[in-house]
């Protein structure tokens, strides 16, 4: 496998540009970055929507710097960037209750907000543009999917398809620049990252929650609904491993661990287990639209790259469950 924190294109001639810096993956990310690089600098824009850095609790090292700012408004705070030399582009409003009350909040950040930062940009162009997009791109039935397969987005008198939909977007306008000539970029779409510092809504925040006040654990509908989950630490190394390949950039790559999928009910009795509270499973009817599966092929990212994931599920769990102790 490369070793991607030796990558040339990092730091070459200016900052790192995280958006949405305090989020979950940004906050990972940049760490990641600092510390590979304490010579280089990485500079986060966030708008302060949430902030899951502060929940890591770690010191923030000298050469990792916070500015405020909206991504759909870029002119307004990239002159403190900087000429940026990767942009990783983490910024978007998520959450399956979003989508249903703030959708046109959501079109605007992922949609227009990208257009808006590349518009920017595009007069001096980064090195290279990572584009953060989703696994919801391939719709409802997500089983062992491929990055040339179809995107389709659910209809559209259903607000629960407004971030699919804002992100195919995003990510045909990133590729479209890319082919164009005018940009050097590569997309990724992640398959239910789970780990220390993701303080959105979900599935393992909301049982590690539950288990550790002893409380039952709320699985909803029947419980059998299938994810693949993969652990932070492992897409922080495929994103920087794609960053290494030059020859990779142009397309977009699954990024997740088809070996963990397992049921919803499975999920929740694994984290009951490990957080060793002996809680119960309430199942509880689903809110709004449900995806029966999702996990990838990751072959293409794995041939391209060398990439692997490395952290087994009950690993990951163990250590998500350490970080929701000091939350709880």
């Avoid at 559209?156 to 890319?178: C, G, I, M, N």
Wanted: proline share 7%; net charge negative.
């Amino acid at each position: 496998m490369p070793t991607p924190e030796l990558a040339s294109v990092w730091f070459d001639g200016g900052p790192v540009l995280i958006t949405g810096g305090r989020g979950f993956l940004g906050s990972n990310l940049a760490l990641r970055l600092a510390a590979a690089r304490p010579d280089g600098e990485v500079v986060c824009v966030d708008n302060g929507h949430r902030d899951c850095f502060s929940a890591l609790d770690v010191e923030a090292p000298p050469n990792l710097r916070f500015l405020r700012g909206d991504v759909r408004d870029p002119g307004s705070w990239m002159d403190q960037v900087g000429q940026p030399s990767v942009v990783v582009h983490c910024a978007a409003l998520a959450g399956v209750s979003t989508y249903y009350k703030r959708p046109v909040d959501v079109l605007a950040v992922n949609g227009l907000g990208t257009a808006a930062l590349l518009e920017t940009l595009l007069p001096a162009p980064p090195k290279l543009f990572i584009n953060l997009s989703t696994s919801e791109v391939y719709g409802r039935d997500a089983e062992g999917v491929v990055e040339s397969g179809p995107t389709p987005v659910g209809p559209v008198q259903d607000p629960r398809w407004t971030y699919a939909a804002s992100k195919v977007f995003a990510e045909h306008l990133v590729l479209a620049h890319h082919k164009m000539g005018a940009l050097q970029a590569v997309s990724v779409r992640p398959f239910n990252v789970y780990g220390p510092g993701q303080m959105g809504e979900g599935a393992v925040r909301n049982f590690c929650e539950c288990a550790l006040r002893g409380e039952p654990l709320k699985v909803t509908g029947d419980g059998a609904q299938t994810r693949a989950w993969i652990y932070v630490d492992d897409f922080s190394d495929a994103v920087l491993a794609l960053a290494a390949t030059p020859s990779a950039w142009g397309r977009s790559f699954n990024v997740g661990n088809p070996s963990t999928l397992v049921t919803t009910a499975d999920l929740a009795g694994r984290i009951a287990r490990i957080a060793g509270q002996g809680s119960e499973l309430e199942f509880v009817p689903h809110q709004g639209t449900d995806v029966q599966t999702r996990w990838p092929r990751v072959e293409a990212l794995k041939d391209a790259t060398g990439w692997s994931a490395q952290i087994d599920l009950d690993e990951g769990l163990a250590r998500t469950l350490d970080f929701w102790r000091q939350q709880v």
